[in-house]
């Protein structure tokens, strides 16, 4: 099990840029798949963005593809999610997730372990 903790998020107005973190302990970080997903008021989570262990494939989901890249540092345990141009309705907690066992993915059933949340508001 890994412990994923995600400080940053905050309030940015529409047209701005927002990084965010996910700081991981426990386990050996680069065994893990990682992904983002996000969940808005009265939503569904959904994802937003994955990375496989050595960070060289990526996905994304098309309501951000273009303005959202997905990272990973393996020698600091630290996976970032990086957000240009963002957008009202890119409001939602984003949580950031890890699993042992499968590639990255956008289905949020293949992820262990997950982050409390951090809370990303745009104003327009």
């Known amino acids: 099990q890994v412990h994923l903790v995600e400080p940053g998020g905050g309030l940015v107005q529409a047209g701005g840029s927002l990084r965010l973190s996910c700081a991981a302990s426990?386990?050996?970080?680069?065994?893990?798949?990682l992904g983002w997903f996000r969940q808005a008021p009265g939503k569904e989570r959904e994802f937003v963005a994955s990375?496989?262990?050595?960070?060289?494939?990526?996905g994304y989901a098309d309501s951000v593809k273009g303005r959202v890249t997905i990272s990973r540092d393996n020698a600091k345990n630290t996976m970032y999610l990086q957000m240009n141009s963002l957008k009202p309705e890119d409001t939602a907690v984003y949580y950031c997730?890890?699993?042992?066992?499968?590639?990255?993915?956008?289905?949020?059933?293949?992820?262990?372990?997950w982050g409390q949340g951090t809370q990303v508001t745009v104003s327009s």
């Open positions: 997730a890890a699993s042992e066992t499968y590639t990255h993915s956008a289905y949020s059933r293949y992820y262990d372990d």
């Open positions: 426990g386990r050996t970080f680069s065994s893990y798949a």
């Open positions: 990375i496989s262990r050595s960070g060289g494939s990526t």
